[in-house]
């Protein structure tokens, strides 16, 4: 997690990006598509965008407003009528002139606006799990079923943390049968890789068939 | 953000947050004079992935703020997505759009949105990225 948002934005020096830092696209010819990466606080969301992305993790600082922070369980946050969080984002150009950008929205149900509105025009979430605190990634999964998006979920392997078969896991998680389950470890980037191919034949399955 | 500094380019005498348009100068940047509108004009089509292309005609600087002129700026080089315009300049995608309208409505940036609309993405949509994720190094 390097994007911990500033304390205070308003002040943070608009530094110009020096030439060359930034990666343009062509201005024409490719298809970009939005894929969501979603999870618990720290289950490696910005680590899984980064082993994958071919620019450097970029993001945005989001605002929320009043109505989307009245039920907000950080403790020690004043009450406010605004608050930011960084959204990261990366970009992976995958031949055939497609580009995939991948958010990493956060799966807090206080950021759920913000959430909908990042998974506005997605093809599908990736929903990061942690071994060691599954349970985590139940709201997360709630909001995106919510959102009727088509979902893979990704057990993001933790040096340390527990190994389970996918049978336990798919228990644990009470996935649905044909929800995909991929473990990973998401600094790898063949993996990382495998995460997007469940998605997406995930998500194929969920199209009608050509007539 | 060094955006959130009404007044001081010259505008010294102009009242704070005064009416949008009417006269050729704006005071201040448009995403905040923007407050009183519920829907700014021009933005209803742009979304995160809207690509902008800069086009050869530069923001007159009697017309636009600061920040315009740094979008335009950094898309002098190339294509950019307005969520990467965004995080290059430090600022809020919602500000951003509201910049990108401004300029594309002056013929300053070109915006295109090369993503595919939900009717759009069918099967052969979804099997060209399998087989492309199945061929990346």
């Given at each position: 997690m390097d994007s911990v948002p500033s304390p205070e934005p308003a002040t943070a020096p608009a530094a110009e990006p020096r030439p060359g830092q930034v990666r343009y696209l062509p201005a024409t010819g490719q298809t970009l598509m939005k894929l969501i990466i979603t999870g618990p606080f720290g289950v490696g969301k910005t680590t899984l965008i980064r082993t994958l992305s071919e620019i450097p993790t970029l993001h945005t600082e989001e605002v929320m407003t009043r109505s989307s922070v009245g039920?907000?369980?950080?403790?020690?946050?004043?009450?406010?009528a605004t608050t930011t969080v960084a959204v990261d984002f990366g970009r992976l150009t995958v031949p055939g002139d497609l580009v995939l950008y991948l958010f990493g929205t956060p799966?807090?149900?206080?950021?759920f606006p913000l959430w909908q509105d990042i998974a506005r025009g997605a093809l599908g979430a990736l929903v990061m799990a942690d071994t060691r605190r599954l349970a985590d990634s139940f709201p997360v999964m709630d909001m995106v079923e919510e959102e009727g998006l088509p979902y893979a979920v990704a057990v993001n392997r933790f040096p340390g943390a527990p190994a389970h078969s996918d049978d336990t896991l798919r228990k644990h998680l009470d996935l649905a049968p044909q929800t995909p389950l991929v473990q990973c470890d998401a600094r790898n980037r063949r993996d990382s890789i495998g995460t997007l191919i469940a998605l997406a034949e995930h998500v194929l399955t969920r199209l009608p068939e050509d007539d | 953000m060094t955006a959130g500094r009404p007044g001081t380019s010259g505008a010294a005498a102009a009242p704070k947050?005064?009416?949008?348009?009417?006269?050729?100068?704006?005071?201040?940047p448009a995403y905040l004079a923007?407050?009183?509108?519920e829907r700014p004009r021009?933005?209803?089509?742009?979304?995160?992935?809207?690509l902008l292309v800069a086009t050869d005609q530069q923001p007159p600087e009697l017309d636009f703020g600061p920040e315009h002129r740094r979008l335009w700026t950094l898309l002098r080089p190339g294509a950019l997505t307005v969520v990467e315009c965004a995080a290059h300049l430090g600022l809020p995608v919602s500000a951003t759009v509201f910049l990108a309208a401004d300029l594309v409505g002056g013929g300053h940036l070109l915006a295109r949105s090369p993503v595919p609309k939900a009717e759009e993405i069918d099967r052969t949509l979804i099997e060209r990225l399998l087989v492309g994720l199945r061929a990346l190094p």
């Amino acid at each position: 997690m390097d994007s911990v948002p500033s304390p205070e934005p308003a002040t943070a020096p608009a530094a110009e990006p020096r030439p060359g830092q930034v990666r343009y696209l062509p201005a024409t010819g490719q298809t970009l598509m939005k894929l969501i990466i979603t999870g618990p606080f720290g289950v490696g969301k910005t680590t899984l965008i980064r082993t994958l992305s071919e620019i450097p993790t970029l993001h945005t600082e989001e605002v929320m407003t009043r109505s989307s922070v009245g039920h907000d369980d950080l403790k020690g946050l004043p009450e406010k009528a605004t608050t930011t969080v960084a959204v990261d984002f990366g970009r992976l150009t995958v031949p055939g002139d497609l580009v995939l950008y991948l958010f990493g929205t956060p799966g807090q149900e206080r950021f759920f606006p913000l959430w909908q509105d990042i998974a506005r025009g997605a093809l599908g979430a990736l929903v990061m799990a942690d071994t060691r605190r599954l349970a985590d990634s139940f709201p997360v999964m709630d909001m995106v079923e919510e959102e009727g998006l088509p979902y893979a979920v990704a057990v993001n392997r933790f040096p340390g943390a527990p190994a389970h078969s996918d049978d336990t896991l798919r228990k644990h998680l009470d996935l649905a049968p044909q929800t995909p389950l991929v473990q990973c470890d998401a600094r790898n980037r063949r993996d990382s890789i495998g995460t997007l191919i469940a998605l997406a034949e995930h998500v194929l399955t969920r199209l009608p068939e050509d007539d | 953000m060094t955006a959130g500094r009404p007044g001081t380019s010259g505008a010294a005498a102009a009242p704070k947050g005064g009416p949008p348009g009417g006269r050729g100068r704006r005071l201040i940047p448009a995403y905040l004079a923007t407050g009183g509108r519920e829907r700014p004009r021009g933005t209803a089509g742009f979304d995160r992935l809207t690509l902008l292309v800069a086009t050869d005609q530069q923001p007159p600087e009697l017309d636009f703020g600061p920040e315009h002129r740094r979008l335009w700026t950094l898309l002098r080089p190339g294509a950019l997505t307005v969520v990467e315009c965004a995080a290059h300049l430090g600022l809020p995608v919602s500000a951003t759009v509201f910049l990108a309208a401004d300029l594309v409505g002056g013929g300053h940036l070109l915006a295109r949105s090369p993503v595919p609309k939900a009717e759009e993405i069918d099967r052969t949509l979804i099997e060209r990225l399998l087989v492309g994720l199945r061929a990346l190094p």
